[in-house]
């Protein structure tokens, strides 16, 4: 049988009316979910805003006392981590006694983590991790990484993430159901960058006066920043999806500052 092609006229060139309804009917959807998604970001924002200065310290203590992290925390396993743990103990308690510092009752734990960290837990614990204990075996570097996570506290970093994220996976699951969650996650760590990376900045900042004031210098306050530069491997065009400012640009602010402090002596 042979194969006659015949010219099927406007008939072929009708679009089918039910599909482009359909096409309009999922923009429409979509446009409309990321326009209610960055209303409820900045909206709870705004709340979280608001409400920040009426929670004390007092409060925070009561809200957060009965949080523990026994189960991700460890002991030192060796005298030297076991020396360098009680001397970051030591540091943070003479960083707290200073002014401007939010008066909770802070505790330092031990985190199970080769990578060098640190973390502000609501109600006054600071974490570190093993890799971070390794890195910084000098009293000046260490005070500093304390003092970053104190100065999360005294801007209530903490509690702004814990609102932000709550307000948003309630309003994100009844919008989308089980969904939300995923939603949530992906969508609020685009949204926070840059409030991620001024939370880090001010840190810097509040860390280098606090540890000037307790220790009177500030010479290696920066070493846990040059010791990231050297192992970052990430090209420049991804700096902005990067929670944290560049360790190479914390550096060069962080001797700025330093450089006023120690003329304003």
Not at 43 to 59: D, N, Q, Y
Not at 167 to 196: P, Y
Request: with cysteine; hydrophobic share 45%; charged share 20%.
């Amino acid at each position: 049988m042979k194969f006659v092609q015949r010219d099927m006229g406007e008939a072929a060139e009708a679009s089918n009316p039910g599909s482009n309804a359909m096409r309009r009917e999922i923009v429409f959807l979509l446009v409309t979910t990321a326009a209610i998604m960055v209303a409820v970001y900045f909206c709870i924002g705004w709340i979280v805003e608001l409400t920040l200065p009426h929670i004390s310290a007092e409060r925070e203590k009561a809200w957060f006392k009965h949080v523990s992290l026994a189960a991700h925390t460890i002991n030192p396993e060796s005298p030297l981590e076991l020396t360098r743990f009680d001397a970051a103990k030591q540091n943070l308690q003479r960083l707290a006694s200073q002014p401007g510092v939010v008066a909770l009752d802070y505790k330092l734990v031990l985190l199970a983590d080769e990578t060098p960290n640190a973390f502000a837990f609501p109600g006054g614990t600071i974490g570190v991790t093993r890799g971070m204990l390794e890195l910084l075996d000098d009293e000046i570097s260490m005070a500093f990484v304390l003092g970053h996570e104190l100065g999360h506290f005294a801007h209530r970093d903490h509690l702004r993430g814990i609102g932000r994220g709550l307000g948003r996976a309630l309003v994100m699951g009844l919008i989308f159901g089980n969904a939300g969650d995923a939603l949530t996650t992906n969508a609020s760590s685009l949204f926070d960058l840059a409030h991620s990376r001024s939370a880090e900045a001010a840190a810097d900042e509040f860390s280098l006066g606090l540890v000037h004031r307790a220790y009177g210098r500030t010479e290696g306050t920066d070493r846990l920043f040059v010791w990231l530069e050297k192992r970052q491997r990430l090209p420049g065009w991804t700096q902005w999806l990067q929670t944290h400012p560049d360790p190479g640009d914390r550096i060069q602010k962080l001797r700025t500052y330093a450089q006023r402090l120690n003329s304003e002596r």
